[in-house]
Nanobody, 123 residues
Framework: QREFAESGGGLVQPGGSLRLSCNAT????????VGWFRQAPGKGREGVSC???????NVAHSVKDRFTISKSNADNMIYLEMTSLTPDDTAAYFC?????????????????WGQGTQVTVSA
């Protein structure tokens, strides 16, 4: 079984918003560093935003002031609130366990990946 199950992606117009969810029931999210990553067609996977083990967050410069990561310890869920979306945000989005949450909004992922959820921003 996968540690993570992402959902909430879809087709949205430029300027729109989406909220992605990541079910981490198998792992639990208490005192675990986790991050959201994305992979656009033909590009490598990049970190978008992360939470450290104490719940503090960091976000990549490219999505600063537009994306917000959060979690619910009670529900073992991780969320990514995305606003002011642009076509450059089009990608498959994944959540993953990471070694640490860096100021870049990313960290070294390890463990299994979820299946991802596709976000397409297009008019």
């Amino acid at each position: 079984q996968r540690e993570f199950a992402e959902s909430g992606g879809g087709l949205v117009q430029p300027g729109g918003s989406l909220r992605l969810s990541c079910n981490a029931t198998l792992l639990g999210v208490d005192y675990v560093a986790v991050g959201w990553f994305r992979q656009a067609p033909g590009k490598g996977r990049e970190g978008v935003s992360c939470l450290n083990i104490y719940g503090a967050t960091n976000v990549a410069h490219s999505v600063k002031d537009r994306f917000t990561i959060s979690k619910s310890n009670a529900d073992n869920m991780i969320y990514l609130e995305m606003t002011s979306l642009t076509p450059d945000d089009t990608a498959a989005y994944f959540c993953a366990r990471i070694d640490r949450c860096e100021r870049t909004g990313s960290g070294r992922p390890f463990g299994s990946w979820g299946q991802g959820t596709q976000v397409t921003v297009s008019a």
